[in-house]
């Protein structure tokens, strides 16, 4: 066990070696951390993410924390476009570390507004459509608690869950952070992530992490696609309803529902 000098120290600190480089950087202006790019990219990972997002709550029902993804996909496009510039002779401004947490942040920000807004969840269950399904002779399933949603409206609701997060955190970084001196794990891994990238080491293990990612993803969607020509129809037999404990099992209903690939975390 260490002692509390060594608990409480700072954990993004590169050694004494590292303190005249953190003295010489200089951090851009709020205005050069939000660049047309940077807007571009989050929008894009955002809209992916909300998708994974939406998938996940409907299925599974738990959502990951993906902010180390968020951070390496923006990083990875970001250098993507930056590069694709330089072939044809374009010179572009610096990718900074702020600006790729910033990127990092939006798109958090997307997926988690998609989660906690209801929309895979309490959201769209409030409908008429979906009180007619239940039955109106069901317990608890009553008239007036139908609410038909519209986009006005859940605009709005998106404003009251943002906010109402927003104001609890700052409460809850005085106390947790600031009083206690607690650290945000992924916050901090996120951090750690970012800074390793904007190094020479670091661009090359994102490189590797990227094409591993990608090497992944694409067996993922090729064995999808496979999946797709051998489903089955209806509740026959196929890989919507895998006979993984034999055929007499799947007579009685006994199916794995979701055949996939071990999932790879880089």
């Excluded at 072939?87 to 910033?102: A, H, Y």
């Excluded at 269950?125 to 317990?139: F, N, R, V, W």
């Excluded at 007579?251 to 996939?260: A, G, M, P, R, Y």
Aim: proline share 4%.
């Amino acid at each position: 066990m260490g002692s509390e000098a060594d608990m409480t120290g700072p954990l993004l600190a590169g050694g004494s070696g590292a303190a005249p480089a953190a003295e010489a950087e200089v951090v851009p202006p709020w205005r050069e951390q939000l660049t047309v790019r940077g807007i571009v990219v989050s929008a894009i990972l955002g809209v992916l993410f909300c998708l994974i997002t939406h998938k996940l709550n409907l299925t599974v029902g738990i959502i990951p924390s993906l902010n180390v993804a968020a951070g390496l996909l923006g990083y990875f496009l970001v250098r993507t476009w930056t590069a694709a510039l330089e072939r044809f002779g374009i010179v572009s401004k610096p990718f900074t570390k702020q600006e790729n947490t910033v990127i990092q942040t939006c798109v958090v920000a997307c997926y988690g507004l998609a989660f906690s807004g209801g929309f895979g969840s309490y959201m769209l269950a409030m409908d008429q459509k979906t009180y007619e399904l239940i039955g109106t002779d069901y317990p608890g399933n009553r008239a007036v608690d139908v609410k038909n949603p519209s986009l006005s409206w859940m605009i709005g609701f998106m404003f009251v869950v943002s906010f109402l997060g927003l104001f609890s955190l700052v409460a809850l970084r005085k106390v947790m952070a600031i009083d206690y001196k607690l650290t945000y794990p992924s916050g901090t891994a996120t951090a750690m992530l970012i800074n390793s990238f904007h190094t020479t080491s670091g661009a090359e293990l994102a490189e590797k992490q990227v094409s591993c990612l990608g090497k992944y993803l694409s067996i993922s969607f090729i064995w999808n696609c496979f999946k797709w020509f051998f489903s089955g129809v209806g509740d026959s037999c196929g890989f919507d309803n895998f006979p993984s404990l034999g055929l007499a099992a799947f007579k009685n209903t006994f199916i794995l529902t979701s055949v996939q690939p071990i999932l790879v975390v880089v």
